[in-house]
């Protein structure tokens, strides 16, 4: 299967690690893109998703784009997974 996840990330951050996590339980192959730590700096993830937080994803194969670490799992969960909550 290709890459058709991009994941926008820091490095060390819980919420992004929730996110990779997920992708490697559901064994999902996916790009992995480090953002700016600077907050402000961030206006490649606010061009994709109209904010500058991440975790961010863009899923090519449905093209969805979403940040925020839960709705990202949750996504993941019902599109690849069984659909069921962690």
Known sequence: ?????TLYRL???PYCER???VLDE???PYRSRFVEPMHSDRNVVRR????????AIV???TGVTMSE???I???LRSEYGDGGAA
């Not at 299967?1 to 996840?5: H, L, Q």
């Not at 994709?48 to 975790?55: E, F, Q």
């Open 48 to 55: 994709l998703s109209g904010k500058r937080t991440v975790p």
């Open 59 to 61: 899923d090519e194969h």
């Open 19 to 21: 996110v990779v996590r």
């Open 1 to 5: 299967m290709e890459e058709t996840i």
């Open 26 to 28: 559901l064994d999902l």
């Open 11 to 13: 490095q060390a951050c």
């Open 69 to 71: 670490s839960a709705n």
């Open 73 to 75: 799992v949750d996504y």
